[in-house]
């Protein structure tokens, strides 16, 4: 089991910067592929960006050049560095954590993240 906590998020101004952090509980951290999605008011939650445990990333097309995903297996957190922010990236922002073999699949309660413009 694994329990999923997200921070970080708030309002800020177009053209700015968050960090999220997602803080993971247990000792397997580093077998679970991490990902952040995001659900925008009466849209579908879809894919922000993911990291695999060999800390390869892969991004949405929309986020891409902007966003950075991270992971520091030793504190057992994944990060997504938000740059250049745009009001249609405003959504609630979930961490996704998938074993890397038996494919448990782990979310977290999001966090929002509201850009102004």
């Known amino acids: 089991q694994v329990q999923l906590v997200e921070s970080g998020g708030g309002l800020v101004q177009a053209g700015g910067s968050l960090r999220l952090s997602c803080a993971a509980s247990?000792?397997?951290?580093?077998?679970?592929?991490m990902g952040w999605y995001r659900q925008a008011p009466g849209k579908e939650r879809e894919l922000v960006a993911t990291i695999t445990t060999g800390s390869s990333p892969n991004y949405a097309e929309s986020v891409k050049g902007r966003f950075t995903i991270s992971r520091d297996n030793a504190k057992s957190t994944a990060y997504l560095q938000m740059n250049t922010l745009k009001p249609e990236d405003t959504a609630v922002y979930y961490c996704n954590a998938v074993h890397s073999w038996s494919g448990s699949t782990y979310w977290g309660q999001g966090t929002q993240v509201t850009v102004s413009s």
């Open positions: 247990g000792r397997t951290f580093s077998s679970y592929a």
